[in-house]
């Protein structure tokens, strides 16, 4: 059976894929890790001294689960912005693509599902060190690998979607220095969100990345429950209402 159009978009960028590979260790794999040393281990051990558990928890088990969702969101969005760009821009490779019986709607669907496999392949990793060192308690951690990959899932459908509308970068950088680094800090990564004002935990609340981050640590602490259905669902429905304009953005941006 012939592979469906969307799936030969990913298997295009897992060649692409295999020739930097090694480029993308920090971002992905590295960077992470060392926030949970210098955070999880660093840090944490004053906290533990001064503070005691946080939620609970020792603070490099509160912190690493927050730590894999976050990375998701931050290799998602640098991989749905720029490349994105370069491929309706200045490469041009999705007008190539849809060249051939590949539909605008599957070159993007296709981006979205890689960006979310390589999000997924750097939690394992992350995932797999974070448990050597003692920071993921529960066999349940495993379950945070496909909540992380749902998590940028969610990000990279909404920021791909925008990317295709625009005929320049310049607001790329202003995305991630005012959207994505905030969230990265107050979406409950490094601490609870309730120590948040209550304005801001409002917009914690709402965004993917809390929903994320709820996920992952329930996962890797073993408390999954019935509420963390409904993180699946805010998850999942950001990445189904923005496939309805991702596929509208792609198809006039690539219309011939």
Not at 127 to 139: C, F, Q, R, T
Not at 204 to 215: D, F, I, R
């Amino acid at each position: 059976m012939a592979a469906s159009p969307a799936l030969r978009v990913v298997e295009h960028q897992a060649y692409v894929f295999k020739s930097f590979w090694r480029g993308t260790l920090f971002a992905y794999v590295l960077n992470p890790l060392l926030y949970l040393g210098a955070l999880g281990f660093g840090l944490g051990a004053l906290i533990t001294q001064n503070q005691g558990d946080v939620n609970g928890l020792p603070y490099v088990v509160f912190v690493a689960p927050g730590l894999m969702a976050a990375a998701a969101m931050m290799a998602a969005a640098g991989d749905s912005l720029w490349p994105i760009m370069a491929g309706t821009k200045w490469l041009r490779v999705f007008h190539a693509m849809v060249a051939t019986p590949i539909a605008p709607r599957d070159v993007y669907t296709g981006t979205v599902i890689w960006t979310s496999l390589r999000a997924g392949m750097g939690a394992i990793v992350f995932l797999a060190v974070a448990a050597a060192l003692g920071a993921v308690p529960s066999m349940w951690g495993v379950v945070a690998v496909p909540s992380a990959a749902l998590t940028a899932a969610a990000f990279a459908a909404v920021l791909s979607a925008y990317a295709a509308t625009q005929e320049t970068d310049l607001r790329f950088r202003v995305i991630m220095s005012l959207v994505i680094m905030p969230l990265f800090l107050l979406s409950g990564t490094f601490f609870p969100v309730s120590q948040l004002p209550d304005g801001l935990q409002t917009l914690a609340w709402v965004s993917p990345l809390w929903h994320g981050v709820e996920l992952c640590r329930a996962s890797t602490t073993g408390t999954l429950a019935l509420i963390d259905l409904v993180h699946v669902a805010v998850l999942a429905g950001v990445v189904l209402c923005a496939r309805f304009w991702g596929t509208r953005t792609f198809a006039q941006k690539l219309a011939p």
